[in-house]
């Protein structure tokens, strides 16, 4: 079978590898289609956090696809079943886990970082990984479901979000355009920031889902504060750019009294200057991954039509081809790359 196999910085190759043998506990998954997202351009790149992953490696973690084979033990699945994976892998038995906070378990695994992952054509998957994915949500729009959990999580669980709230989400990188796009479902007002190099594909993309936008490197951001938040800032801002100023920013822009979430994970320490935070009441709150919970809300909001999903992937990058995408992802020239698997 076909599998892009990361293999050094920035250097990915098309290889063929064996078909996976299933196991008794095991369901084998034939994949239709695999998102590019945040975390795999990093570990393309092979950067600082990522220099761990083993190479060569098959990767990919976002991904729908259709059971084609069940192992001997399973009962939850049958041949036919759409599906996608919860990709971080939890353990179950540490403390975390048992309190409740598996996104945050202390020996996880990442499906496309510690083992093999899924930009392939079959992948192995225990059935405790798996979410149904209902036949009224097309395999090509549930590839996104793992990234839109990410955003579920951010805003239904740790934001103070409600309808009417100005919103800003500060990046239109995968996580910040699907953040918007939840905190819009709510009600919410919300404004998308990025920067000049963001104007040509991630910006248009935002205000094609009917949400506003604003370049920070060329338009006044205090003005549209002054103009629209009656309580002297954002009720809150949403940091997914990944960058050590984003918070910084957010606490800049932000209501006294009102909420920072970050949701990006910075390359570098932040200088964070505390004492307006103090004085603010600002929280200052984080999100990381996503639960089962979170799954299924994005499921949800998948097959109401509340997240159109087809205007945020992007299926025009060629299995064949993957080095395009990747550094077309990392000069903001696309957003949600979605390699198809199906036609193979």
């Not at 910085?9 to 064996?18: C, F, G, T, V």
């Not at 309808?163 to 918007?180: R, T």
């Not at 799954?295 to 993957?322: C, H, M, N, W």
Request: net charge negative; charged share 25%.
């Amino acid at each position: 079978m076909k599998a892009i196999v990361h293999t050094g910085p920035r250097s990915i190759e098309i290889r063929e590898r064996e078909k996976p043998t299933v196991a008794a506990d095991e369901v084998l998954v034939q994949v239709n289609s695999a998102g590019l997202c945040g975390s795999d351009a990093h570990a393309y790149t092979y950067e600082d956090g990522y220099e761990w992953i083993p190479l060569p490696r098959i990767m990919g973690h976002e991904y729908s696809g259709e059971v084609v084979e069940v192992g001997a033990d399973v009962t939850d699945f049958d041949v036919g079943d759409h599906v996608v994976e919860e990709p971080i892998h939890d353990c179950g038995s540490c403390f975390q886990c048992k309190n409740g906070q598996p996104n945050v378990c202390q020996n996880f695994e990442i499906t496309g970082m510690h083992n093999d992952g899924a930009y392939t054509e079959y992948t192995t998957v225990k059935p405790k990984d798996l979410h149904h994915i209902p036949d009224s949500v097309p395999l090509r729009q549930a590839s996104i479901t793992e990234p839109l959990s990410i955003a579920t999580r951010a805003v239904f669980d740790q934001s103070t979000v409600t309808p009417g709230d100005l919103v800003l989400v500060e990046g239109p990188g995968p996580i910040g355009v699907l953040v918007a796009a939840v905190a819009d479902s709510m009600g919410a007002n919300v404004v998308v920031s990025g920067l000049g190099k963001d104007t040509e594909y991630r910006l248009p993309l935002v205000e094609r889902l009917g949400i506003d936008t604003i370049d920070v490197e060329n338009d006044d951001l205090e003005a549209l504060v002054d103009a629209k938040a009656d309580g002297g800032g954002f009720d809150v801002v949403f940091d997914t750019t990944g960058h050590k100023t984003g918070v910084e920013m957010g606490v800049e822009h932000v209501r006294k009294g009102g909420q920072v979430v970050v949701v990006g994970l910075p390359g570098a320490p932040s200088e964070l200057f505390m004492t307006p935070v103090v004085r603010g009441e600002i929280m200052v709150n984080t999100s990381y991954g996503s639960t089962w919970q979170n799954f299924e809300q994005a499921i949800r909001l998948l097959d109401s039509g509340e997240i159109d999903a087809d205007k945020i992937i992007d299926t025009s990058y060629s299995v064949d081809e993957p080095t395009a995408a990747f550094e077309a992802f990392l000069e903001s020239e696309t957003c949600k790359p979605v390699f198809s698997f199906s036609d193979l």
